[in-house]
């Protein structure tokens, strides 16, 4: 039986590791239910053969780097291995476990359940991407139950917070980890027959106003910093209509432009009431940075750009901090690892291929900067990410099972 017969032979065995996966309510934040979550998937990688170590993210560290509602959490990050004979090269498999918070009302009531209907299993997580987790362990199954050895080295890793930062998840485990990849999979960011062969950086700012505050009656004997950050505001639109003439196009032709949105969190800071002129009001900005462009000139270009609209306004004082930062990256997809994962994902979809940027990041930026391999993306994905009524379909989820196998026991590196 070959791996992908044993797949279609087994999709409820799929489907229950999913319904298992999605009812660990990962939450972050905070980052509930890890030991949990990661205690199982380290049995179920040591059930598969391989050699696997949960790593605990030291408490020291983890309080200097997350916020105090967040120290009574732990975080750990789970990581397998499995040595072929003769193999000099590590293909790696990476997923992040962590899910996004509920909100809304969902056709299934519990989003925790992980109900199915239709060919679909709902739940939060479902795409987003414990999906991804199942199918990757159905390959492993599938792999050893038709007797077969992977063509190189395998490295699983299964990590945290990605849905915050992924400092101390993915961001922890490439620098601390004993970890050596040669290519990796990041097992989102490309579905269908898009593989993701890159994705967009992120620069997340904020901007202060600094107003003077006065009595409601006497606002003329004020500086109104909601005012000002209104005007502010509106003068950039110019700057997203000159971001909007730059265009990339990705490998498989789609059209690209670098974007900002702004938004995010409003503050008027203390004493915002209504018979008072405020004198703080904040806001964020959320610039996009497509993979061509250097990371620095955008950033420097936008701060540039900001200083010089608010000094266009009468009085109008501000800040601006750096949030966080993500750098975008890309990988030629004519490297072999490419092809081989472009013919997989052509013999089992019967459908040609197509290479893709990702507009969202994930985590191949860490594999991509740090080991500076060749790192794509590619996964089930599903339906309404982050949103009610996540899910992911069972025909994907079987088919990326498919992909992984085919990709683990065809290419040599
Ligand atoms: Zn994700």
């Known amino acids: 039986m070959t791996p992908a017969e044993f797949i279609d032979h087994h999709p409820t065995a799929l489907v229950n590791q999913l319904r298992q996966l999605v009812q660990f309510s990962t939450v972050n934040p905070p980052g509930k239910n890890y030991h949990e979550i990661t205690a199982w998937l380290t049995r179920e990688l040591t059930k598969r053969g391989l050699a696997t170590r949960r790593y605990q993210i030291p408490r020291g560290l983890l309080r200097r780097t997350l916020p105090p509602a967040q120290h009574d959490y732990p975080r750990y990050n ?59 362990l159905m390959a492993l199954t599938a792999v050893r139950a038709a007797g077969l050895t992977p063509n190189m080295n395998l490295e699983v890793s299964f990590t945290a917070d990605e849905e915050t930062d992924s400092e101390l998840g993915t961001g922890w485990l490439v620098q601390h980890a004993r970890i050596r990849p040669d290519y990796a999979i990041v097992m989102e960011g490309g579905e269908g027959r898009a593989v993701c062969c890159g994705h967009n950086g992120t620069l997340w700012l904020e901007v202060e106003v600094h107003g003077r505050p006065a009595h409601g009656s006497l606002p003329h004997k004020g500086i109104n910093a909601l005012e000002k950050m209104a005007a502010l505001v509106r003068s950039l639109d110019d700057y997203k209509r000159i971001l909007a003439t730059r265009t990339w196009k990705s490998p498989n032709g789609r059209c690209h432009r670098p974007t900002v949105n702004l938004g995010g969190v409003f503050h008027c800071g203390e004493g915002a009431k209504i018979n008072t002129v405020p004198a703080h009001a904040s806001f964020t900005i959320d610039r996009r940075v497509l993979p061509q462009e250097d990371h620095a000139a955008a950033e420097k270009e936008l701060r540039t750009t900001l200083r010089a609209a608010a000094r266009q306004i009468p009085q109008c004082r501000i800040t601006i901090n750096k949030i966080s930062e993500n750098f975008a990256c890309f990988s030629a997809p004519s490297d072999p690892f490419f092809k081989a994962m472009a013919g997989c994902v052509s013999r089992v979809r019967r459908q040609r291929a197509q290479f893709d940027v990702s507009s969202g990041f994930n985590d191949m930026h860490f594999f991509s900067h740090y080991f500076k391999i060749p790192t794509l993306g590619y996964g089930p994905g599903g339906q309404d990410y982050h949103a009610v009524d996540e899910r992911a379909e069972i025909k994907e989820l079987l088919a990326s099972a498919k992909i992984y196998a085919e990709l683990m026991t065809t290419f040599a590196g």
Do not use: C, Q
């Open 78 to 136: 789970v990581l397998g291995r499995y040595e072929v004979k003769g193999a000099n090269r590590t293909l790696h498999f990476n997923a992040h476990y962590d899910v996004v918070p509920v909100s809304g009302k969902w056709r299934h009531e519990n989003p925790f359940s992980g109900a199915t209907e239709k060919g679909w299993v709902y739940g939060r997580g479902t795409a987003d991407m414990k999906g991804s987790i199942a199918s990757l």
